[in-house]
């Protein structure tokens, strides 16, 4: 056998488009992100955007994991300001993003997404426009804390935090674990302040990018005005995006805002509002509270 021939895994065909072929990137088609801090819904409103025939969001690309480093070696180059070849570079990469973005998305689409969990600076196209997630930082917390036990494989937590380290086994050997010893999910204050933290990040950084930015088209959307009235909301985001909001399929098992049982496995794993009081208790609250309160408060989360 040949030693460089590597055996490809099947999987199921996916039709792909023909490399080089030539993209409508022109001002026929028009861009949009998803943002919020992680486990805000983002995937949810994805999947209601999915339903109208003028939109495709796919995701999560993370493009300011690639611009930002762009940006910042480019201003390194004293060259580059020669001939305007700076400029011209940056065209280039705005090409490339728009074109990754159209080779994934559905052809017909009049508007093309990207849902990408996390703040809507710095932008990956200069006019793309944003549905921001907004939801309260404890369900985030108790969210997120199952999302990581589900996906330990996706970070490197658990060799940071050797108390989350100590209930993956845990969870691993028993999915409902923490369904039935609630008051263990949130052991780690380590986790809870990393959270927190990042849940006010992300939070600020959008309400400062609105106020800031008048010019960045922007639609804030709270998760719980989405649960308690999915329709009116979602008509809203399609409205936002300049599409006939009757058009929209109806929701499925997917885009509906209430799950039939908690699945603690799953990526979607349970859809309620207030569902951190399962799993909250007072030595949690005054941990997240000391970094989060006041933006609770502000937010009308906790009164």
């Known amino acids: ?89 940056k065209n280039r990469m705005d090409r490339l993003i728009r074109e990754t973005m159209l080779d994934l998305a559905d052809p017909k689409a009049k508007w093309v997404g990207d849902r990408t969990p996390g703040e809507i600076e710095p932008c990956f196209l200069p006019d793309a426009s944003y549905i921001s997630m907004l939801r309260d930082g404890r369900d985030v917390l108790v969210s997120r804390a199952f999302h990581m036990l589900s996906r330990p494989e996706r970070g490197n937590m658990f060799r940071k935090d050797p108390i989350m380290a100590g209930l993956l086994p845990r969870f691993e050997k028993n999915p409902g674990y923490f369904l039935e010893n609630p008051e263990q999910l949130l052991s780690s204050k380590k986790f809870i302040i990393d959270t927190a933290n990042m849940w006010v990040r992300i939070v600020r950084s959008t309400l400062e990018t609105i106020q800031k930015h008048p010019e960045i088209p922007v639609l804030l959307v709270r998760y719980e005005s989405l649960h308690a009235d999915t329709d009116r909301v979602r008509r809203e985001m399609y409205e936002f995006l300049d599409c006939d909001p009757d058009l929209g399929k109806p929701l499925d098992e997917k885009t509906e805002p209430n799950f039939a049982q908690e699945n603690p496995t799953s990526l979607y794993r349970q859809g309620k509002v207030g569902g951190h009081r399962q799993y909250w208790n007072e030595r949690v609250d005054e941990i997240f509270g000391e970094v989060a309160n006041a933006l609770l408060i502000e937010l009308d989360y906790k009164v």
């Not at 992680?38 to 109208?52: D, F």
């Not at 939109?55 to 300011?64: P, R």
């Open 1 to 89: 056998m040949n030693p460089f021939y590597l055996k490809i895994p099947s999987f199921e065909a996916v039709e792909m488009p023909p490399l080089f072929r030539p993209l409508d990137v022109s001002n026929s088609r028009r861009y949009f992100g998803i943002r919020g801090c992680m486990k805000s819904g983002t995937n949810w409103a994805g999947n209601l955007l999915n339903l109208h025939p003028a939109i495709s969001c796919t995701g999560e690309y993370h493009w300011e994991r690639i611009v930002v480093p762009f940006e910042d070696n480019m201003a390194q180059r004293p060259m580059l300001k020669r001939h305007n070849a700076g400029e011209r570079l």
